[in-house]
C-alpha cells in the first residue's frame, strides 16, 4: 500500500521567514495530494491540494509543488504569521482510494 | 455552509457505558466518514458510508457501531470502550461517492474512557 514519509515533524520558524514541509510517497498511481492545517482543538482543514497533471500551485503566502519522477511535494509557506501556527499533514491517494496521510509537522512561528 | 458539525465536544464515559457521537452536514454530500484521531498522530480511517451505505470498515472493533440515518446525519454508537479508545474522533464529508472529492473535517469529539 501506499506509505507518506512528512519531514520535518516540528519546525520553529520567525514571523515573516518562509516554512517548508516536504512529502515523499510510495505508491506512483497515486494522483492527489491534499494539504492539511490542524489548529488546537479543531479538525484538520484543507488549506491546499494539488493534482499528479499540475507542478505548483499557488494560493496567496501558501504553495505546493510537486515532483512525480522523484515521488515527492512540498508545502510552502511564505510570510509566516503567527496564525500559521499549527499541525499540517500532507496526505497522498488514488482516484477514489482512501487518502494516507504523513505524521504531521508542528509548525511554530515565533512572533 | 461548509460546515460539519459535531455533539458533544467532550465525553467522559465509563467502560460499562453506552454513548452515542452525532455528525451532520448539510452540504449535499452523500459520503460521510469517521476517523479516530490519537494525540500527534494523523487521523486513522474507521468506516466510510457512500449514498448512506456502509462501504468500508477498517476491522473496527464491534464495540463501535456506526449509523447513517439519513445523508446529512451519521452516528457512532459506543459500548464497553476501552481505555485506550480515548481520542479525538473527526467526522468527515465529500461530494458524491466516497474519496472522489476533498473531505471536510469536523472538529471532533474529544473522547475519554475511564
Known amino acids: 500500500g501506499e506509505n507518506v514519509e512528512q519531514h520535518p515533524s516540528t519546525l520553529s520558524v520567525q514571523e515573516g521567514d518562509s516554512a517548508v514541509i516536504k512529502c515523499t510517497y510510495s505508491d506512483s498511481a497515486s494522483n492527489y495530494f491534499p494539504w492539511y492545517k490542524q489548529e488546537l482543538g479543531k479538525g484538520p482543514q484543507l488549506i491546499i491540494d494539488?493534482?499528479?497533471?499540475?507542478g505548483e500551485k499557488k494560493d496567496q503566502r501558501i504553495a505546493v509543488t510537486l515532483n512525480k519522477t522523484a515521488k515527492h511535494f512540498s508545502l510552502h509557506i511564505t510570510e509566516t504569521q503567527p496564525e500559521d501556527s499549527a499541525v499540517y499533514f500532507c496526505?497522498?491517494?488514488?482516484?477514489?482510494?482512501?487518502?494516507?496521510f504523513g505524521d504531521g509537522t508542528t509548525l511554530t512561528v515565533k512572533p | 455552509d461548509t460546515e460539519v458539525t459535531q455533539t458533544p465536544k467532550h465525553l467522559v464515559m465509563g467502560m460499562t457505558n453506552k454513548k452515542s457521537l452525532k455528525c451532520e452536514q448539510h452540504m449535499g454530500h452523500r459520503a460521510m466518514y469517521w476517523y479516530k484521531q490519537k494525540a500527534k498522530k494523523p487521523p486513522e480511517l474507521m468506516f466510510v458510508?457512500?449514498?448512506?451505505?456502509?462501504?468500508i470498515n477498517e476491522s473496527v472493533p464491534s464495540r463501535f457501531s456506526p449509523e447513517c440515518p439519513n445523508s446529512s446525519l451519521l452516528n457512532l454508537h459506543l459500548h464497553a470502550l476501552q481505555p485506550e479508545d480515548s481520542a479525538l474522533y473527526l467526522c468527515?464529508?465529500?461530494?458524491?461517492?466516497?474519496?472522489?472529492?476533498?473531505?471536510?473535517f469536523g472538529p471532533g469529539t474529544r473522547l475519554t474512557v475511564t
Open positions: 468527515a464529508s465529500s461530494q458524491d461517492r466516497a474519496f472522489t472529492y476533498e473531505q471536510y
Open positions: 496526505a497522498a491517494k488514488v482516484n477514489a482510494g482512501k487518502s494516507t
Open positions: 494539488i493534482r499528479s497533471n499540475v
Open positions: 458510508y457512500s449514498y448512506e451505505k456502509l462501504s
